[in-house]
């Protein structure tokens, strides 16, 4: 049975950090592309990060490069999300998900295959 746990999330002060981190048993992260994505209140939920199962390519949003580094420790089968500079309106469940995309990244929820639960980041002004 695949479990994916999402942890790491919070409450911060507008340029600090954070760093989630998101678990899986039952699956082998550098098997499959991973994306982070998030969703506002109220908004429609989009991908943020993902990198494809070689690790050797990352994709960020627009409104996120340069500040979220996304990264992979395969010996703990661990997808980590760096998060600076955080804005107040990063604020959002952040859920990870693993893609049915042969490997490569897709900003599409619809190409999850199995995700989380999510964890809240809440960015404070």
């Known amino acids: 049975q695949v479990q994916i746990v999402e942890s790491g999330g919070g409450l911060v002060q507008a340029g600090g950090s954070l760093r989630l981190s998101c678990t899986a048993s039952?699956?082998?992260?550098?098997?499959?592309?991973m994306g982070w994505f998030r969703q506002a209140e109220g908004k429609e939920r989009v991908g943020v990060a993902c990198?494809?199962?070689?690790?050797?390519?990352?994709y960020y949003g627009d409104s996120v490069k340069g500040r979220f580094t996304i990264s992979r420790d395969n010996a703990k089968n661990t997808l980590y999300l760096q998060m600076n500079s955080l804005k107040p309106e990063d604020t959002a469940i952040y859920v990870c998900?693993?893609?049915?995309?042969?490997?490569?990244?897709?900003?599409?929820?619809?190409?999850?295959?199995?995700r989380g639960q999510g964890t809240q980041v809440t960015v404070s002004s």
């Open positions: 990198i494809r199962s070689n690790g050797d390519m990352t």
């Open positions: 998900g693993a893609l049915a995309s042969f490997g490569y990244c897709s900003a599409s929820w619809d190409s999850t295959h199995f």
């Open positions: 039952g699956l082998t992260l550098r098997n499959w592309a």
